[in-house]
C-alpha cells in the first residue's frame, strides 16, 4: 500500500484496523460528524475502514491515516477516493480531523498535499472535493486551495458541491 510521503508536519498511512480505536474516536464526535448523516458506531466505523482498503486495493490510494510527525499523535485522515459524479469516476479528495486539531492549518496541509500527490503519483489531471453546503469549514479548506464550485449534485441522497480544485 502506497502513501504519500510526509507534509511539513503529517505523515500519512494507509488507513488500516489498526487506526480502529482512534478512528472511532474521531467518527463518534457528533460535531466533527455534523456533515454526516449519523456519528458511527464501532462497526459502522470498521466497515467505513474495510471499505477503505478495498478501495486501496483496487484503485492504489483511498483514505491515509494523519499523524502528526512531532508526537506520531493521530490528527485524523484525508485520501484521494474515486466518487461515482454523473457517471464518471472523479478523484476526489476528502478530509475529516479530530475536533481538537480544527483551526491549526492541518486540514489544508493535508488536503493540498493529497491533491497534489493525486497528480504527481497518480497522474489525475482533475482533483475536485464534495461539500455539503452547509459545511463552511470544508469550503474554507477548498478556497485556501484555489478551488472553485463547479456545480451542485445530489449524493448519498444530500446536495453536494463539486470544488474542483486548480
Known amino acids: 500500500m502506497i502513501a504519500p510521503p510526509p507534509s511539513a508536519r503529517i505523515r500519512y498511512e494507509p488507513l488500516t484496523l489498526d487506526f480502529l480505536d482512534v478512528m472511532c474516536e474521531l467518527h463518534g464526535d457528533a460535531e466533527v460528524m455534523r456533515h454526516y448523516p449519523n456519528v458511527m458506531s464501532r462497526?459502522?466505523?470498521?466497515?467505513?475502514?474495510?471499505r477503505s482498503l478495498a478501495r486501496m486495493e483496487r484503485d492504489g490510494h483511498s483514505f491515509y491515516a494523519l499523524e502528526s510527525l512531532a508526537t506520531g499523535e493521530f490528527l485524523g485522515q484525508c485520501g484521494i477516493l474515486l466518487q461515482e459524479v454523473e457517471g464518471v469516476n472523479e478523484a476526489e479528495i476528502g478530509y475529516?480531523?479530530?475536533?481538537?486539531h480544527w483551526h491549526k492549518?492541518?486540514?489544508?496541509?493535508?488536503?493540498?498535499?493529497?491533491?497534489?500527490?493525486?497528480?504527481?503519483?497518480?497522474?489525475?489531471a482533475r482533483v475536485i472535493s464534495?461539500?455539503?453546503p452547509e459545511n463552511i469549514p470544508s469550503q474554507n479548506v477548498a478556497k485556501r486551495l484555489g478551488a472553485a464550485v463547479e456545480k451542485r449534485i445530489i449524493k448519498w441522497d444530500?446536495?453536494?458541491?463539486?470544488?474542483?480544485?486548480v
Open 130 to 132: 464534495l461539500i455539503n
Open 43 to 50: 462497526e459502522e466505523t470498521q466497515a467505513w475502514i474495510e
Open 105 to 124: 492549518g492541518l486540514a489544508t496541509e493535508a488536503a493540498r498535499h493529497c491533491r497534489d500527490f493525486a497528480r504527481s503519483h497518480f497522474g489525475y
Open 96 to 100: 475529516l480531523l479530530l475536533r481538537k
Open 158 to 165: 444530500l446536495p453536494h458541491d463539486v470544488w474542483l480544485h
